[in-house]
């Protein structure tokens, strides 16, 4: 981590607070003769340093203000708050999809958009749909007041029948932290999308993206796969650790006019579209294949400027262990469980949502074991435009039985203790 964290960071030449540029700077002819005696001229600090050091910055970054961790947005701003600010740059975000693969497709689009929107490298890889088609299909970005427009227009769409119920069951959350908020702050880490648009061609094409589309990739399968993975993860990691070493993602070779992040987005891996069976038996051939790519691929994420988006269709891995694996050789997991199709389709407790979203496990980094979210009840809803997370109402029937059963014990307690404290001087 040491080295992972000397490449996010580096102090600029000569700046405030640096001894090795005061130094420097003394040595390189910034003394004056004053009367034969030797003064150092000390450099003053650039305007808005803060008179500190002043760190190169990476478009479309900022750094945590838990562990000073760089990151960068998952394209979807309540998604960012839920995480801690950001995915942690040299991290893995996986993705576990819906059964219909609608709204983690969403997300993962989201994810792609946002990269480009900040200038970032893209690497796209899936094995089912042709990366320029999901190039094609990524959303428009929205601008401050487009977004504040939609939000006022759905917000009009409520009755005031419906206000009145939210007021009324929305006591419990009236202090906690908006997932949704507007973008009204000075900073611009993270954007809104328009996914009735599609995003133009010149804004796709103004940032370098790798395909790996698996038909085109693979030629000839081999006898002997290696290292027990299937041949399809030893043709992506190839792709990928080429990728990293070639542009200096590593810091193997100096990258090109500014530093940048390279975003690798990869499509419902596990699927048998890779060539793993996991989704097909409960003993699967290439059992720890996933595993190992996994392993592997993080050991790439951790010593270079990139993060990583995976999807994976957990609900149909038959081996419930090889699913606990995948989320422990994750650094951040996130499921998505939709309505559509089921019993909560039904259910009036959600019917101003289309599903419920879980966040499994949010990395703890420097550390052995991960966090877990204290936001248990969040949902998400499809709008006309925007996709949005909120806190759902279906706990509030929870609340008040727990509220109810505290006043009862309130009540019924001192009666009890009285009675005993009677009993108690009747025998005496």
């Known amino acids: 981590m040491a080295a992972l964290t000397t490449g ?25 003769d004053s009367g034969g005696k030797c003064s150092f001229r000390r450099k003053s600090p650039a305007p808005g340093s803060g008179g500190g050091v002043r760190w190169r910055s990476i478009a479309g970054t900022r750094p945590s203000v838990r562990n000073g961790q760089l990151l960068v947005s998952a394209g979807l701003p309540a998604l960012d708050q839920l995480l801690g600010g950001g995915l942690a740059v040299g991290t893995l975000l996986l993705i576990e999809e819906d059964k219909y693969n609608i709204y983690s497709n969403l997300l993962f689009k989201y994810f792609l958009a946002e990269g480009i929107v900040c200038g970032h490298t893209l690497l796209l890889a899936s094995a089912k749909e042709d990366p320029d088609d999901i190039l094609q299909e990524l959303p428009e970005p929205l601008h401050d007041d487009k977004y504040k427009k939609e939000l006022d227009e759905v917000s009009s769409h409520k009755s005031q029948g419906e206000l009145d119920i939210s007021m009324k069951i929305a006591w419990r959350y009236q202090n906690l932290p908006k997932m949704e908020d507007g973008p009204g702050s000075s900073s611009r880490f993270g954007h809104y999308y328009d996914v009735s648009k599609r995003m133009s061609q010149e804004m796709i094409h103004s940032v370098k993206c790798h395909r790996f589309f698996l038909p085109e ?75 190992k790519f996994l392993y592997v691929l993080r050991g790439l994420l951790r010593m270079s400027l990139s993060t990583c988006i ?9 081996n419930k262990a090889i699913t606990a694996r995948i989320r422990n050789l994750s650094d951040t997991v996130v499921g998505l469980e939709s309505f559509l199709g089921g019993e909560k389709e039904a259910n009036s407790l959600y019917k101003d949502f289309h599903g419920l979203i879980h966040i499994h496990q949010i990395p703890r980094l420097n550390s052995l074991i991960g966090d877990v979210s204290d936001m248990k009840d969040l949902a998400f809803k499809l709008q006309r435009k925007v996709f949005t997370i909120e806190v759902h109402d279906s706990c509030w029937i929870h609340l008040c039985w727990i509220k109810i059963s505290q006043k009862i014990l309130s009540n019924i307690l001192p009666i009890i203790y009285q009675q005993c404290l009677f009993r108690r001087t009747g025998e005496v």
């Open 8 to 32: 996010f960071y580096a102090a600029s030449k000569g700046g405030a607070g640096d001894p090795t540029a005061t130094v420097a700077a003394a040595a390189g002819g910034d003394e004056t």
């Open 217 to 291: 990739e693979i030629t000839s399968l081999p006898n002997v796969e290696s290292c027990a993975l299937t041949h399809g993860y030893t043709k992506l990691l190839h792709s990928i650790q080429r990728i990293i070493s070639e542009e200096g993602f590593n810091g193997s070779c100096p990258q090109k006019k500014q530093k940048n992040i390279l975003r690798i987005g990869i499509q419902s891996l596990g699927s048998p579209l890779w060539g793993d069976d996991i989704c097909c038996a409960d003993t699967p051939e290439h059992l720890h294949s996933l595993t």
């Open 310 to 318: 995976i999807t994976v269709p957990s609900h149909l891995i038959q």
